[in-house]
């Protein structure tokens, strides 16, 4: 789906103070929460959005006395995308000296009221972080504004989705790699043979070497037969092909790159 870009004539956007310096590439883009409170009626009503929108250019032209609002694009709760600044000129919201190296993009959640992106949201954003891809040169990177600088911004629920790459809502195949399923807790005891051991974590680990592909009973008692695939796995993993399973085959089986 293309962006749906809202225009700054659109939107009601005010004349920018003077002229933009020129921003030719960037190494990627910085996401962004409002930091304020964002009335959850906004993802009922989009007018809702344009007002905060115009809202955020005013303090930020009127309080902090910058030449337009800071960010390069806003995203809402409707996947629609508001042009900020825009492609190739400088945001002013990543911080002093910080500007040069990413667009800036807010995401139009805070930290009372709406708190939570809805999907709408992380589509729109990552809409905008496509587009700079595309017709801005923004590199691969994706951050947030803490990255680098002592803020909260962009609060926990956006920068964790940051941290897990930023996928596509529904899918994993967002401009992140896809996530890795986490291990589960390890049992707390080695897995070996002989003798035979057996329990729930024994099938838990069998079950998960069979989604792998390896072909094994998942039937909870680990004999010869299991201890042979650990000992290939562990092999393929590089690590030391002891046939037990401790803590780093466990959290390999799970984690590791299924080749
Ligand atoms: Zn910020
Ligand atoms: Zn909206």
Redesign the pocket.
């Known amino acids: 789906m293309a962006i749906d870009l809202i225009s700054r004539t659109a939107w009601g956007a005010r004349s920018p103070r003077g002229s933009y310096t020129r921003l030719d590439s960037t190494r990627g883009v910085k996401v962004?929460?409002t930091?304020g409170r964002v009335d959850p009626r906004t993802v009922d009503e989009h007018d809702r959005c344009a007002a905060l929108v115009r809202s955020i250019q005013n303090s930020h032209m009127d309080g902090n006395g910058w030449m337009d609002i800071g960010y390069s694009f806003v995203a809402c709760s409707h996947r629609r995308v508001f042009e900020g600044r825009g492609l190739n000129r400088l945001p002013a919201?990543n911080g002093a000296g910080l500007n040069q190296g990413h667009y800036a993009v807010l995401g139009l959640v805070g930290n009372s009221g709406l708190v939570q992106p809805p999907d709408g949201m992380l589509h729109a954003i990552l809409d905008a972080i496509e587009h700079a891809r595309q017709n801005g040169r923004a590199g691969r990177e994706i951050k947030g504004?803490r990255d680098g600088y002592a803020?909260d911004?962009?609060g926990e629920p956006l920068y964790g989705w940051v941290r897990r790459g930023a996928p596509r809502p529904g899918q994993g195949d967002g401009p992140g790699e896809p996530e890795p399923p986490g291990a589960p807790p390890f049992p707390g005891r080695l897995l070996t043979y002989p003798p035979v051991t057996r329990g729930d974590d024994v099938r838990t680990w069998q079950a998960r070497m069979a989604e792998r592909g390896f072909e094994l009973d998942v039937d909870g008692a680990y004999g010869p037969a299991s201890r042979e695939v650990c000992r290939t796995f562990q092999r393929q993993q590089g690590i030391e092909d002891d046939g037990v399973v401790g803590p780093v085959t466990w959290r390999l089986t799970w984690e590791a790159p299924v080749t």
């Open positions: 962004h929460y930091g919201a504004h803020t911004c962009p």
